[in-house]
């Protein structure tokens, strides 16, 4: 270290690159960097002095851009310890959940998976889809990084879809996890076989368990995209979605009953859901997840736009 | 002249609820300036940037980056900068070469491209041992170099650069502004900065702000001039028995025809120093060696300083410090505030270079 910094100083420091650092930009790249670093007058200027134009300043498709946006995303939270956290944690729980609480998957004594989508929707909203939404938007606001991506040809509603995309992966990447569960318990050798699964309930609910994250996800970037603070944007997600998802009870719609109880089962996320955990794929609830999806967008999308006004 | 404009703005107002950042502010930068762009802490310099680089509207007023509206083809400006936005926010988590990726990719830059591209702004920047590093390990003078580079990866015509000076050190600012002279040269270049000095190397023009508006616009040369004032430094010996007075020879300065005020400045206990005041156009000092003589005092030191751009900025700019220190408990607050933020980017500069070493 104490050599680079006495190099950097040197007032030719930027004639002389290591070309050992810059393998990455290619190998025969690095060659001709060597011819050139013993020119030192020559180098600087290497940037062409006329500035291009045309071609160079076209913009990528959207949807490259998204990808390119949301593949960011990606490798951001792949490059954090608290996603593995989570996910870990998360498939631990789930495993405990479903072999041992009140006597577990064995008690029921039936090759079946829908235990598991009883408490998953609930984990998904109070831990997982909050977790993977609160930094989207807020932490960009607050470091400040949000100056440089939005003064770059970006598209405000590309930004808008790259996080969304983004978060959405990873937790979809937590749900595709929880595959391995049936996988180890159902498929053949060499794992268990603990008899033959009728598969397409299974899929159906990760179907829906993948619809209900989306919603969730949507409406977490919603809610990051309206705070700098990490911590709060996860506690308003949370709180929104276990409000959407519990409301949904049997107990208090029948209670309620009548007009408010259709009303608090047409908006709830637990009786959208109901469906998908006894294997039947609901029109109605895919619509109902999508528009959820699309309004929380667009609501994300106007708040990163009144940055303008404000 | 008028398709060679690539800045422009006009009357461009910024309004933060009561607070008017930006007030009326209209300037036109050309093809080849390097314009610097100056003024004290809060007059509004980055408010007008964000403006220039499409990142918040104007509340009233229009911008236009060659000929693009700044709301209407927002896109198109953008495509046409590179920006570096104060104190380099990036991703930290990323490493050098990965963000330059990302800069490269959202400006779909192909591969071939942005190899030799990413070859000379490492050169230019420096950041030929940083590329593998992630950016969160880098000192801040590092990050502003990753936060130049990305602003040249697409080799804009137009570069806003928001203090790109601030964290660097002296060799590397002097390496930075070698560099912006030769890009200069058929680029158009906003750069804000507090360092007048670098202004007077790098730039032919200035623009200095002030609370929002636009208190000076031309070449240095003319901006210089207009002081109207020319200063003295005059250093008389005291002589044993004290001789002369400080009245006396205060009095006698003042007298002088021409001279418009007289300061005094603290210095050893055998000699007199004054600051003279002088109008322009007139050279003062023949006048004040013959009083000097006529007394029978002895002159240690006349010379005249030539007006230097920082005399110019603070007699321009010095109405914001006062209005800081002016008032009651807020307005103190806020002029504290301004200092403390100063000490503390220092310190965190030094930290991260200790760090470094």
């Given at each position: 270290?104490?050599?680079?910094?006495?190099?950097?100083?040197?007032?030719?420091?930027?004639?002389?690159?290591?070309?050992?650092?810059?393998?990455?930009?290619?190998?025969?790249?690095?060659?001709?960097?060597?011819?050139e670093s013993a020119e030192p007058e020559s180098s600087p200027t290497s940037l062409a002095l006329s500035p291009?134009?045309?071609?160079?300043?076209?913009?990528?498709?959207?949807?490259?851009?998204?990808?390119?946006?949301?593949?960011?995303?990606?490798?951001?939270?792949?490059?954090?310890?608290?996603?593995?956290?989570?996910?870990?944690?998360?498939?631990?729980?789930?495993?405990?959940?479903?072999?041992?609480?009140?006597?577990?998957?064995?008690?029921?004594?039936?090759?079946?998976?829908?235990?598991?989508?009883?408490?998953?929707?609930?984990?998904?909203?109070?831990?997982?889809?909050?977790?993977?939404?609160?930094?989207?938007?807020?932490?960009?606001?607050?470091?400040?990084?949000?100056?440089?991506?939005?003064?770059?040809?970006?598209?405000?509603?590309?930004?808008?879809?790259?996080?969304?995309?983004?978060?959405?992966?990873?937790?979809?990447?937590?749900?595709?996890?929880?595959?391995?569960?049936?996988?180890?318990?159902?498929?053949?050798?060499?794992?268990?076989?603990?008899?033959?699964?009728?598969?397409?309930?299974?899929?159906?609910?990760?179907?829906?368990?993948?619809?209900?994250?989306?919603?969730?996800?949507?409406?977490?970037?919603?809610?990051?995209?309206?705070?700098?603070?990490?911590?709060?944007?996860?506690?308003?997600?949370?709180?929104?979605?276990?409000?959407?998802?519990?409301?949904?009870?049997?107990?208090?719609?029948?209670?309620?009953?009548?007009?408010?109880?259709?009303?608090?089962?047409?908006?709830?996320?637990?009786?959208?859901?109901?469906?998908?955990?006894?294997?039947?794929?609901?029109?109605?609830?895919?619509?109902?997840?999508?528009?959820?999806?699309?309004?929380?967008?667009?609501?994300?999308?106007?708040?990163?736009?009144?940055?303008?006004?404000? | 002249?008028?398709?060679?404009?690539?800045?422009?703005?006009?009357?461009?107002?910024?309004?933060?609820?009561?607070?008017?950042?930006?007030?009326?502010?209209?300037?036109?930068?050309?093809?080849?300036?390097?314009?610097?762009?100056?003024?004290?802490?809060?007059?509004?310099?980055?408010?007008?940037?964000?403006?220039?680089?499409?990142?918040?509207?104007?509340?009233?007023?229009?911008?236009?980056?060659?000929?693009?509206?700044?709301?209407d083809n927002s896109l198109a400006v953008r495509a046409s900068l590179g920006y570096l936005p104060q104190r380099?926010?990036?991703?930290?988590?990323?490493?050098?070469?990965?963000?330059?990726?990302?800069?490269?990719?959202?400006?779909?830059?192909?591969?071939?491209?942005?190899?030799?591209?990413?070859?000379?702004?490492?050169?230019?920047?420096?950041?030929?041992?940083?590329?593998?590093?992630?950016?969160?390990?880098?000192?801040?003078?590092?990050?502003?170099?990753?936060?130049?580079?990305?602003?040249?990866?697409?080799?804009?015509?137009?570069?806003?650069?928001?203090?790109?000076?601030?964290?660097?050190?002296?060799?590397?600012?002097?390496?930075?502004?070698?560099?912006?002279?030769?890009?200069?040269?058929?680029?158009?270049?906003?750069?804000?900065?507090?360092?007048?000095?670098?202004?007077?190397?790098?730039?032919?023009?200035?623009?200095?702000?002030?609370?929002?508006?636009?208190?000076?616009?031309?070449?240095?040369?003319?901006?210089?001039?207009?002081?109207?004032?020319?200063?003295?430094?005059?250093?008389?010996?005291?002589?044993?028995?004290?001789?002369?007075?400080?009245?006396?020879?205060?009095?006698?300065?003042?007298?002088?025809?021409?001279?418009?005020?007289?300061?005094?400045?603290?210095?050893?206990?055998?000699?007199?120093?004054?600051?003279?005041?002088?109008?322009?156009?007139?050279?003062?000092?023949?006048?004040?060696?013959?009083?000097?003589?006529?007394?029978?005092?002895?002159?240690?030191?006349?010379?005249?300083?030539?007006?230097?751009?920082?005399?110019?900025?603070?007699?321009?700019?010095?109405?914001?410090?006062?209005?800081?220190?002016?008032?009651?408990?807020?307005?103190?607050?806020?002029?504290?505030?301004?200092?403390?933020?100063?000490?503390?980017?220092?310190?965190?500069?030094?930290?991260?270079?200790?760090?470094?070493?």
């Open positions: 270290m104490s050599t680079e910094s006495i190099e950097k100083t040197s007032a030719n420091h930027q004639v002389m690159p290591a070309n050992a650092a810059l393998s990455e930009l290619g190998h025969e790249h690095g060659e001709d960097n060597r011819g291009q134009s045309g071609a160079t300043l076209t913009r990528p498709s959207s949807a490259q851009m998204v990808w390119t946006l949301a593949s960011r995303e990606v490798r951001a939270s792949l490059n954090s310890a608290i996603t593995y956290i989570v996910i870990a944690a998360s498939l631990v729980v789930v495993g405990l959940y479903f072999f041992y609480y009140k006597g577990g998957f064995w008690q029921v004594d039936r090759a079946t998976m829908a235990r598991m989508f009883d408490a998953l929707p609930f984990a998904l909203c109070f831990l997982t889809i909050p977790l993977f939404t609160m930094r989207s938007l807020a932490d960009e606001k607050r470091v400040g990084t949000i100056e440089l991506l939005i003064t770059m040809p970006v598209k405000d509603s590309e930004v808008i879809l790259g996080k969304f995309l983004g978060a959405f992966a990873m937790v979809s990447l937590q749900i595709a996890l929880l595959a391995a569960y049936p996988l180890v318990m159902f498929s053949r050798a060499p794992f268990w076989h603990l008899g033959e699964l009728d598969w397409s309930p299974f899929w159906v609910g990760m179907l829906g368990l993948l619809l209900l994250s989306m919603a969730g996800t949507a409406i977490g970037v919603m809610w990051s995209s309206f705070t700098e603070s990490q911590i709060l944007s996860y506690f308003a997600t949370m709180l929104t979605l276990v409000a959407l998802y519990a409301i949904g009870s049997v107990t208090i719609v029948e209670f309620l009953q009548g007009g408010v109880g259709d009303a608090i089962s047409f908006v709830s996320l637990q009786s959208r859901f109901e469906p998908f955990a006894r294997g039947l794929i609901d029109s109605r609830a895919v619509i109902y997840f999508f528009s959820l999806t699309v309004l929380s967008l667009a609501v994300a999308f106007r708040s990163l736009e009144s940055r303008k006004w404000t | 002249m008028s398709t060679d404009v690539m800045i422009y703005a006009n009357g461009l107002s910024k309004q933060y609820g009561s607070f008017r950042a930006l007030d009326n502010v209209s300037f036109a930068v050309h093809r080849g300036e390097v314009v610097g762009f100056l003024g004290p802490n809060g007059a509004g310099k980055s408010t007008t940037m964000r403006i220039l680089t499409c990142f918040i509207a104007p509340s009233s007023g229009t911008a236009k980056i060659r000929g693009e509206d700044v709301f380099a926010p990036l991703y930290l988590e990323m490493t050098v070469y990965e963000y330059l990726r990302f800069a490269a990719k959202v400006r779909n830059i192909d591969e071939s491209l942005f190899k030799s591209r990413a070859r000379s702004v490492v050169e230019i920047c420096g950041l030929a041992q940083s590329l593998s590093k992630e950016i969160r390990h880098l000192s801040h003078g590092y990050r502003q170099r990753v936060g130049l580079a990305q602003a040249l990866i697409h080799d804009p015509p137009i570069l806003i650069l928001d203090e790109p000076t601030s964290d660097l050190d002296p060799n590397e600012k002097a390496e930075f502004l070698n560099y912006l002279k030769q890009i200069g040269k058929d680029r158009t270049v906003l750069l804000s900065t507090h360092n007048l000095k670098e202004v007077e190397s790098a730039c032919a023009r200035a623009i200095i702000v002030s609370r929002g508006r636009v208190v000076a616009d031309g070449a240095l040369d003319t901006i210089r001039a207009k002081s109207g004032r020319v200063r003295y430094s005059v250093e008389v010996q005291k002589a044993a028995g004290g001789t002369p007075s400080r009245e006396e020879l205060e009095r006698a300065l003042s007298g002088i025809r021409g001279v418009k005020t007289v300061t005094e400045h603290p210095t050893d206990e055998g000699a007199y120093s004054y600051s003279v005041d002088g109008e322009e156009g007139q050279d003062l000092r023949a006048d004040i060696f013959r009083l000097v003589s006529a007394k029978g005092w002895v002159l240690l030191e006349l010379h005249r300083d030539t007006q230097t751009l920082e005399d110019v900025f603070r007699q321009l700019t010095i109405g914001d410090e006062r209005r800081n220190r002016q008032f009651g408990a807020q307005a103190q607050d806020a002029g504290d505030d301004s200092d403390g933020d100063a000490l503390d980017n220092d310190d965190e500069t030094d930290d991260a270079e200790q760090g470094e070493s």
